[in-house]
């Protein structure tokens, strides 16, 4: 296709043109590939691997083959990686989640309901079954499934009514629905336990405002891998600000490839590893490292009357606020907002945050909504970053949390116990904005 659409597999004229031969596959059970669809499973993997030996064995191939892509035909570079295919040199992941529980499915154990919507649309007709009958038993299933019918959030949702009633609808979605905690099934499709069997050069991007699905799978990428790596976090066509096309950064990508396809000398392994570019102040800007050695860490504790401050508060008050489950659509939910002072000077953000806060419920679980925002002096704002936790999941992995990474397994639901003050540990997705002289950070915390 022309234009920017449509090119996630990476943009074949401009390949083709410089030399590379551009392979576009169907995945098991999409498209013309016959077959039971996969889900990214361990079938995918290998069939991914095969694929990779099969490119390399053609007259065409002189036996070096990368990958590139954004979205699926990224997160699918990791995946493959992780099989160590021998004829796979590169990777280029652009936006790649690394943990499909937690980046993709749940957020903080909220079902991110609304991107699965239309997915079954893309797969061959009757290729799509449901796969969570290779992890649970039928009885276990039907169990799950009756429990599921007297949830309100179920009865309330036609939609989710029928996908549960109906499994071969959307039969993700439906596996979604019967697993909603972490586990082999979400393992099974996640890189994040195996990135450090990853032994080709990676070059992994991603844009600042993918918070709600990729933007994690970078920096934890970032961290697993052990092999030659670079990355860049950047904007897209679709944000504010200095921005690339996903298709103008392809040729970064040349770069990469020339170096590690071809054995030419781009000097792209001469410069730093990290690339940013620093909302706000929007210039570029090279690291060594992530989070930044320099970090000075700093707390800002919740004040009366609004008030976002490093100032720790004399005494502790309460602020509240009534969640409508029924809200209007376009009608704002409440919620309460915590804004700093004016800075007197720039002030930049970069790197992860993290909310914590006691709350005291009237039902036995809610959902959290955190977005953090640059408010201009002329009252204008621009999102920077959100995160998101569902009550019932607020148990700690102690072991593997930090204080600006807590860490939930996701592995039961645990309600809340109602008129009593429960902590909530919010892991926000990272971020890099410069908040001008006169700006103030918002903090918003919503019901929904």
Known sequence: RLGNGGQEAGDTRFFVSRGYVHVIADTRGAGDSEGIYQFQGPQEQQDGYDLIEWIAAQSWCDGNVGMLGMSYFAV??????????????????????????????????????????????????????????????????????EDLYQQPEIQESPYLHIQLKYEDKNPLLFDFLIEPHDGPYYWDRSSYPNLDKINVPTLMMNRWSGWP??????????????????????????????????????????????????????????????????????????????????????????????????????????????????????????????????????????????????????????????NIKNRASDGSTKVVTKGWPRASHRKLDTARSTPSKPYHPHDESVPVPVGEPATYAIDIRDTSMAFQKGHQLVMEIRGQ
């Open 213 to 370: 699905i990729h933007l994690a799978g970078a920096f934890q990428a970032w961290e697993g891998i052990r092999s030659p790596k670079k990355m860049y976090i950047v904007e897209t066509e679709w944000t504010s600000g200095p921005k690339r096309p996903w298709r103008d950064h392809q040729d970064i990508i040349l770069r990469w490839y020339e170096h590690w396809l071809k054995g030419n000398d781009t000097g792209m392994m001469d410069e730093p590893p990290i690339t940013l570019l620093i909302r706000g102040r929007n210039d570029w800007r090279h690291e060594l490292e992530w989070p930044l050695a320099r970090t000075q860490w700093t707390k800002f504790w919740l004040h009366p009357q609004g008030l976002l401050s490093p100032e720790v508060p004399q005494k502790a008050t309460e602020e509240s606020f009534s969640n409508d489950p029924y809200i209007p659509p376009g009608k704002v939910s409440q919620g309460l907002d915590f804004v700093t002072q004016p800075f007197e000077e720039e002030v930049e953000v970069t790197g992860p945050l993290a909310l914590y806060m006691t709350a005291t419920l009237d039902q036995p679980d809610a959902t959290w909504f955190v």
């Open 76 to 145: 699918v570079q990791l995946l493959i990686a992780t099989q160590r295919p021998p004829h796979l040199k590169a990777i280029a992941p652009f936006e790649a989640y690394t943990d499909r529980y937690r980046h993709s499915v749940y957020h903080g154990g909220i079902l991110n309901e609304g991107f699965f919507h239309q997915w079954w649309e893309h797969l061959s007709i009757g290729a799509s079954k449901p796969l969570i009958y290779k992890y649970l038993s039928t009885n276990e299933i039907n169990s799950r499934r």
